[in-house]
């Protein structure tokens, strides 16, 4: 029989992995800026653009991040007017 004190441990159970993952993160993400820092210089590829807001560097990546916080703080307030008693369906 196992001991209930035997729990499996699993891979994100260490804090050091956490940290891991932290800056793995961060790597892709600068590995993924390096073409549109490039682009800047014209030296990977040029942007055809139909705004010139567009050429803003990381414009794409700040317009995600921005509309992502727009979702959430959208789906904040919803919850406020959607939400149910707790014995709603009692």
């Known amino acids: ?25 961060l790597v892709i993400s600068l590995l993924v800026a390096i073409p549109d820092v490039l682009s800047l210089l014209n030296i990977v590829y040029h942007k055809h653009v139909e705004f010139e807001f567009e050429n803003i560097f990381e414009f794409y990546s700040l317009y995600g991040l921005v509309c992502y916080v727009g979702l959430v703080l959208i789906a904040k307030k919803l919850r406020v007017l959607l939400m149910r008693d707790e014995d709603y369906y009692d």
């Not at 441990?9 to 992995?17: G, M, R």
């Open 1 to 25: 029989m196992s001991n209930p004190n035997d729990e499996k441990k699993y891979w994100l159970d260490d804090p050091k992995n956490h940290d891991k993952i932290f800056y793995g993160v």
